[in-house]
């Protein structure tokens, strides 16, 4: 089981902005190079963390982003969520079309475990649990 690329990249930032000074401004290109994010890719993520409340940005100088609420407010629910990751959306891991609990595969009784431990951990953790 993978995240998806932007999923991957929303956590990577997030977590950036919550090992920040408190309270301070980070610009889009230190984020892209602390989160080892690109560019090009950075601007369409920060814009959906923002419009999710989990982040805020300023333009102008001292500009930049920072967290919307403290670390311990934001758990990784809410980052995967601003981008539409959902775990429910992965695919079969056996690589059959049709697998649900009426149509199971052999390997989805294991699988919807992990689903469901994914989901728990990304609302039971915040940021603040990733920086101490």
């Known amino acids: 089981m993978r995240f998806t690329q932007t999923a991957e990249y929303a956590l990577r930032i997030a977590a950036c ?5 408190s309270g ?3 610009t889009a290109q230190e984020i892209s190079d602390s989160a080892a994010v ?9 814009r959906r963390l923002v419009e999710a409340d989990v982040l805020e940005s300023r333009k102008g100088h001292g500009g930049g982003f920072r967290l919307a609420r403290g670390p ?4 990784f629910h809410d980052v995967l969520s601003a981008v539409d990751y959902k775990t429910e959306t992965i695919e079969c891991a056996f690589g059959w079309e049709r697998c649900s609990s009426t149509e199971p595969c052999p390997l989805h009784p294991f699988w919807s475990k992990l689903r469901g431990d994914i989901d728990r ?3 039971e953790n915040t940021l603040a649990d990733f920086v101490t």
Request: with cysteine; aromatic share 12%; net charge positive.
């Open 72 to 75: 311990s407010e934001i758990c």
């Open 24 to 26: 301070a401004f980070i």
């Open 121 to 123: 951990w990304a609302v």
């Open 17 to 21: 902005l919550a090992r920040s000074p």
């Open 38 to 46: 690109p560019k090009h890719y950075l601007s369409k993520i920060m």
